[in-house]
Every structure is written in C-alpha cells, then in structure tokens.
C-alpha cells in the first residue's frame, strides 16, 4: 500500500497539533507496512531532521532539478518539501496582518541607529513571506498534479484545508481515491465569522473526498451538519499521544515556590486565553501562592498582555512567547496544572503532554479530547467561575491532584497512535475493496 | 540685555537584557545587556561627547568667559561613562574647570520618583547631588527633575531643598499668553526662580535642524542668530534647553551641526544686548516676571508635553506600580547592590518603552526603543521585577 499524503507541518516545522499528529499517525502507519510520500510546504533554510522519515527534497515542485534523497534506507515514508511560507492556522487576514507588522518593525530596525541586534519578541513576528495565502494555496494545489502523474500510489490522504485543492488535483490526475482528514474546521478558527474562501475550499474538498476522517464527534457534527456530508462518510478517529522518551532535554528548575498553572497554545479566540487571563484573577482573589503562565504566541497575546496588566497580575502572570525544545520540556514539568479553556478545539492534543509530565489537566468541554479522557476536571469555557474554582481544588488538595495525574497518565498508555494507524490503515483497505 | 541660556541634558539608561525571560526568574540577577549598555555609550561618546566636549572647550576659550553652559547628567548616564568612556568624564571635570559650565542637579536614576515616592526622590537628588560634588567639586544650585516634569509641587520641593533655580518646559497650557522668555516665581514659593525652555527655538536645531523639508532648511547660523535677537525689547532670556545627544548623535555630524553650533556664539554675541548665561547666573540677575501657576504636571515630551510618556496606559502603570511598590522591602534589605539593582528599574526609560502612543510621536519612541514592541518591553520588565521580589522573599523582608 502506497499513500501520497499532503500536509502543512511536519517536526521539526511544528507550530501546532496538526504537525504533531501527523508525526505520530505516519510513523505508526509506516511502522504497520504502509508506504507514504508526505509533501509539505517548506520555507528554505530550515532544516529537516526525521531520522525515521525517507526525504525527498525539492526546492521548487515544477523544477527538474528536483531530487530524491534517501536519508533512511528502507523506510517507508518519504517527505517532499514544497517551497512555500504557508503556514498552519494561517488566514489570508493575519497573513496580511503578519506581513504589515514585519515592514513596520523591518522599518522601525531600519531607524534604532542605537543599536544592532536581533530582537527577541514574545510576538514573534518573524518567517513570512509576501503573496497572499490563496495563491500560495492554488500554488501548493499544483504540486498534487505533479505528483499524481509523477508518482505512483493507491490513495491520497490531505490533511486540512491548505492541502484540499492539492489532494484533489491529484485525484483528477491519478483517479485514485481521495481521504480528506479534517483536524480543524474554519468554524473552530473564525467561530461565526467564517472566511468564505476558506469554506468553500473546505466544502469543495469534503464533496470531493471518497471518505473524511475526523478527529472527534464534535468535529464529525460539524462536517455532517455545517458541510452537508453524509454522516456515513465520516468516520472520526481520534488523536492519540506519543509516549517516546521525549523528557530527555535537560530541564529548569523553577526559582519560586509558588505553583504553575500553565496556558499553552496559540494565543487566538478559538484557544479561550481571555477566560485563562479571568479565571487567574479570581483565583488570586483567594490564593496568592500561585503563578499563572501563558506560554505561546498569537493575535490575542497584545490584548492579554493589557488585560493582565488592567488588571494588576503583574506579580503572579507571566508570558514566555512560544516555547520549543528544552524550555518546552521545563515549562510542562514546572507546572502544577494545565488548563484548557478552549472555546473551539476540534480534538487539543497538549493535554496529553501535560498529562505525559504528570501535570493534572483541565479541559473545556468544547474540546474533542475530552471525548477520550475520563480523568480529567472538565468545564465549559464561558464558565470561569467553575474554572476558577476547579484551579482552587487542585492546587489546594494535593491528593487531587495527584490522582489527576496518576489515572491520567495510566489513562494515556491505553491512547496510542499505533491503534489510530490501525484505524487509518483499515479505512484505505476497506476503500480499496 | 538678553540671556541666552543652554542647557543640555546627557542621559543613557541601563538596558535590559530583551532576552530576560520567565525561567529567569528566581534564579538569574543578571539583568542588563552590558554589551549594548557599553557599545552605545562607547558609540555616543565618540560620535557626541567627545568631539562636542572638545567644541564647548574651545568655545569657552575662544570667547573668553562670555560663552556659559550648563549640563544636567544622570547619575546612571555618569556611571557608565566612567566604566566604559572615563576621558569623557574628564574631559566634563575640564570643562567645569573653566568656570563657565553650571552643572544641574536631578534625579541619580533619571526617574519619575517625584510622582510615585517623595521620600525615593529625595534620596536621589541627594544621590545625585554627592555624585556630582564627588566627580567635579560643585554643590548645584539648580535643579531639573526628569524629562523636565514639572509643576508647582516640584518646585516647592526643590525650594525647600534649597534649590535656586528649576527649569521646565515652556508648554503652551502652563505659559497662555506669557512669553516662555522670561524668569518667573513658581505659585507657591518665594524665592526659587523658574526658567521655561523655549521649545521652538530648541527644537530647531534639536529636531528640525537636518529636516530636510523643513521650509528653513538649510539653516545657517547667522540665520538662527537673527531669530534669537529678534527676543530684544520683547524678553530676557532665551532658554534653550536640548539633548546633547543633539551633537553627532541625534544629528549626524554630517549634517553639519557642530559646524553650525561653532559659528553659534559669535553670530549671537555680534548684538551688543545679549550675553550668554548658566540657569543660576539668570536667576540671581532677573527679577521674576510674574507669578506662575502649574497645578498639574507638565514635561518635555511629545506633542502633550505631559506625563503620558511613561504613565497612564495599563503596561505602564501595573509596572511601575510593581516597582514602586517593592521600595520599603528593598531599603530594608539594607542590601547595596539590591537597593541599586531595583533604583535602575526606576529610571524612566523602561516605561517610555512601554507606550502604546504610536501616532505622531511613535517615531521618537521608536527611535529610543531596543525592544520590538511595547509588549516586549513590559513582558522583559516585569520578569526582572519579579527576580527581585523573589530575592526579596529570601531576605524575608517580604512574604
């Protein structure tokens, strides 16, 4: 069985969950037989280090100077790079938002004559390119007609909307079916505000697709009734967490006594951080010994950082700017809660590596996770007083939290990748008669 | 006889290290960028300081005692020149040597402590004051508060700490119809004198001198020269207060404004009515005009000319509310280094990074800005404050 799989992130370009979980779906896929060549979009000069992935690198998809690398003799999964600055949970609006900061800060560089640096910014405004985001779409969509008359596969599997146009060019040019694995929805990113391009490419896609996956019921709801699918084209396959020695990074200890209670993930509507930034006022309204950390960068951070500062938490609120490699690690085994308050989360896949830390984990229940995870403390979203109240009990009852974090971690072991590849696997037989 | 009287402001601010990041805290007091903090005050010592030093000196000697100067220069400005440009420092000792150089009083931190602790800015004007008999063997006679904020409160603080002369800005919401161009009586006090800078004639050749679509541009000293005796029969003194960083600094060399600034003084001298004079020296001469008003507090900055540099948007006030209200715990600690360590996060610059103003003054705070956004600048500053509480908790000063 041979699979060419369109993706937009991959390790090391993670920026989100997406990226995450197609590590831990193609590595399982592969390591049960499966051949997939994984295209992703590649800005130049980063580097690409997989040792289980085969590579193929190309700079440009329409070139003849494109080549063929073997990193890994053997392996089954090779990995395409499409020169692209396309970027997960990108909308054409902070796109041009993005692009309108960096010549405003390349300008303001430009003029600090005081001096030369690189600056570190919590916003991190920097790896983007011009264009907009559509053609760099429609451009990326190209590479699935090249390679569907280049390459030789049975299926297609394109993960998201960016990847929907370039799954079904190949399609068109292979006859092969088509999945489309739905992780997010543009109602999860843009709640009601919907950007009508981005639905229609998503629509398109789902029409054109032989079968969906989606990552929850609550995603699968969404296709089914804001989509218009069949529901017995859908079948939901939830995420489920890698569990490799991932806590070998030499971590921090903190230089306080007081407990952590950890936001990560980007700082967007969609993630809930304002009902983060509330319910840590009034817990420190009752509890002092407690530091609260938004860790992650996004369009919200701004209106945070003035809220938290309105609202005088300076002593006990901090922001880290996004997080990578050791400071990651440290961040989650510093921590004494992780918090969830997402207003819209398709599946939220942190959870578990907070659960993997052993940190007690609450959820919002308009999270699909939640639809896998029984030892967690769930709450809606809006209700930050409930939230609020929940961060109280565990940080105040020790034995909470440590049964949280004993039956959550003995929860994961029976959450693995191995059985969503075994899912995915037995969908394309199924498909292939 | 009309006075023109100079004074120049010379700050450089301990920067913090942009990389000071929450696993910081509690475990690295390390909190300044010591290279940039040492590259800049090399660059401006050789781009400004030094040469424009050397220009005053040669002026002073040129003209004979009639060429005066004063300078105001923060406390953390001079220790920094000491560890890193010492000849600049002894090249001031030479220039108040002569005689004709007034040296100005402020605050040791550059910092708005007038406004949030009267008895910290007490502390450092008396800081600042040691500092300045130390280096150069003067007691300063006049004074000048941070960013020339200002208001009735200020002077009659600066009366009672027997202060002759304090300087603020002519802003146009204190002064109505008087003229900035002469020497007033604060409200409430009795015998300190107030002189207000002329912020037109300042600016001049602080901002617009190299503009090039300034409609005056290019502008010659004999050109300006007129403009300041034009002040005959209609004021007394002519206040220009400025940044030195003015001089080579602000304003490339290359734009010719040591050249013109050479030329300064004989094309103003060449009037038989005017002299050049310190803030002291025109205070003990001129009777006060009239008696003036500030109930609220005025500065130098921006198109407002008031304090929402630093203050008033909700970065700024939680930070410099966390800062200040650290102050009893760290004197306690009776810890030196410490008490130092938390009086450079007072200084004012740290909040000036802090303003979300990004319209018609944005460009001059982001000209002074080493961070990329205001949100940096706050995020930075309150890791650092917050190390320095946790220290505090191990001095168990505080809880």
Not at chain 2, 87 to 93: A, P
Not at chain 2, 123 to 132: C, G, N, R, S, T
Request: glycine share 6%; with cysteine; hydrophobic share 40%.
């Amino acid at each position: 069985m041979k699979v060419l799989m369109f993706g937009w992130e991959f390790p090391p370009y993670i920026s989100g969950g997406l990226g995450t979980a197609c590590f831990g779906l193609t590595r399982h896929m592969t390591e049960q037989g499966t051949n997939i060549l994984f295209v992703l979009p590649h800005i130049k000069g980063e580097k690409a280090e997989n040792s289980f992935l085969d590579m193929i690198a190309a700079n440009k998809v329409d070139s003849s100077k494109s080549r063929i690398r073997k990193i890994a003799p053997g392996s089954k999964l090779k990995y395409f790079l499409v020169d692209s600055p396309l970027r997960p949970y990108m909308v054409d609006k902070t796109y041009q938002a993005k692009l309108e900061a960096i010549n405003k800060i390349n300008d303001r560089i430009s003029e600090v004559t005081h001096r030369k640096t690189t600056a570190n910014s919590v916003l991190d405004l920097s790896n983007t390119y011009g264009q907009d985001l559509i053609t760099e779409v429609a451009r990326y969509a190209y590479t699935g007609g090249y390679l569907g008359t280049k390459e030789t596969f049975d299926i297609i599997h394109a993960h998201d909307w960016m990847t929907f146009p370039a799954g079904i060019e190949a399609k068109k040019a292979s006859g092969k079916q088509l999945v489309i694995h739905v992780h997010a929805t543009e109602f999860d990113r843009s709640g009601e505000n919907v950007n009508r391009q981005i639905y229609d490419i998503e629509r398109y896609g789902m029409d054109m697709a032989d079968r969906i996956i989606a990552v929850s019921h609550r995603t699968k709801s969404i296709i089914v009734e804001r989509y218009d699918q069949a529901p017995e084209k859908v079948v939901v396959i939830h995420n489920a967490v890698m569990k490799e020695a991932k806590l070998a990074h030499a971590r921090m200890r903190k230089g306080f006594t007081e407990k952590i209670v950890l936001f990560l993930g980007r700082i967007t509507t969609q993630k809930g951080p304002d009902y983060f930034v509330e319910a840590a006022n009034l817990v420190l309204q009752s509890m002092q010994n407690v530091r609260f950390v938004m860790a992650g960068t996004g369009d919200m951070l701004p209106k945070m950082i003035e809220r938290v500062a309105e609202l005088r938490m300076q002593g006990h609120f901090h922001f880290t700017g996004f997080l990578k490699g050791a400071e990651l690690e440290s961040i989650f085994s510093m921590s004494d809660l992780y918090v969830m308050p997402s207003v819209s989360e398709p599946f939220g896949i942190t959870p578990f590596e907070a659960m993997l830390h052993g940190v007690p984990v609450i959820i919002s229940r308009q999270s699909g996770i939640a639809e896998v995870l029984t030892h967690v403390l769930t709450t809606d979203f809006w209700d930050i007083e409930k939230l609020a109240s929940s961060i109280i009990s565990v940080l105040s009852h020790p034995e909470l939290a440590e049964t949280l974090a004993e039956a959550g971690h003995n929860e994961l072991q029976k959450i693995s990748w191995h059985h969503a590849a075994r899912e995915v696997n037995n969908l394309y037989k199924e498909m292939l008669g | 006889m009309v006075a023109v009287c100079l004074n120049f402001q010379i700050h450089q601010p301990y920067r913090l290290r942009t990389d000071y990041n929450f696993f910081c805290i509690g475990r690295d007091h390390n909190y300044e960028d010591s290279k940039t903090n040492r590259d800049i005050t090399r660059k401006v010592a050789d781009r400004c300081y030094i040469p424009t030093n050397r220009m005053m000196l040669d002026l002073i000697r040129k003209h004979k005692g009639r060429f005066r100067i004063s300078y105001s220069i923060s406390g953390v400005c001079l220790e920094q020149l000491e560890k890193y440009a010492p000849e600049v420092i002894d090249s001031f000792k030479e220039l108040v040597n002569t005689g004709c150089v007034e040296m100005l009083n402020e605050t040791y931190y550059h910092s708005l402590a007038f406004n949030f602790s009267r008895q910290e800015f007490h502390d450092q004007v008396l800081a600042h004051q040691d500092k300045i008999l130390r280096l150069f063997g003067v007691r300063p006679s006049t004074f000048r508060n941070t960013e020339l904020i200002y208001s009735n409160d200020v002077a009659l603080e600066a009366e009672k700490m027997g202060f002759t002369a304090i300087l603020a800005e002519g802003a146009n919401q204190i002064l109505g119809w008087h003229s900035p161009n002469y020497m007033y009586q604060p409200d409430p006090c009795s015998s300190i004198g107030l002189l207000l800078r002329n912020y037109r004639l300042s600016d001049d050749i602080a901002f617009r001198f190299s503009d090039r679509n300034w409609e005056e541009w290019p502008l010659s000293s004999g050109k300006y020269a007129g403009w300041i005796h034009k002040i005959a029969g209609s004021g007394e003194v002519v206040n220009l207060f400025m940044d030195y960083e003015t001089f080579g600094e602000h304003q490339d060399k290359d734009t010719g404004i040591l050249d013109f600034f050479h030329k300064l003084p004989s094309e103003i001298l060449r009037h038989p009515d005017f002299k050049f004079q310190t803030p002291l020296e025109v205070v003990s001469s001129l009777k006060p005009a009239a008696k003036l008003d500030v109930p609220y507090f005025i500065s130098w900055a921006d198109v407002e000319r008031d304090l929402t540099a630093w203050t008033g948007n909700s970065l700024q006030d939680s930070a410099i509310q966390m800062a200040y209200s650290l102050e009893a715990a760290v004197k306690k600690s009776n810890d030196t280094n410490l008490i130092h360590a938390w009086r450079k996060l007072l200084t004012s610059d740290h909040f000036y990074y802090m303003c979300t103003k990004w319209f018609s003054d944005g460009d001059v705070h982001k000209y002074f800005n080493p961070y990329t956004s205001p949100y940096d600048a706050y995020v930075v500053y309150i890791n650092v404050i917050n190390d320095i509480k946790e220290t505090l908790k191990q001095y168990e000063v505080l809880n």
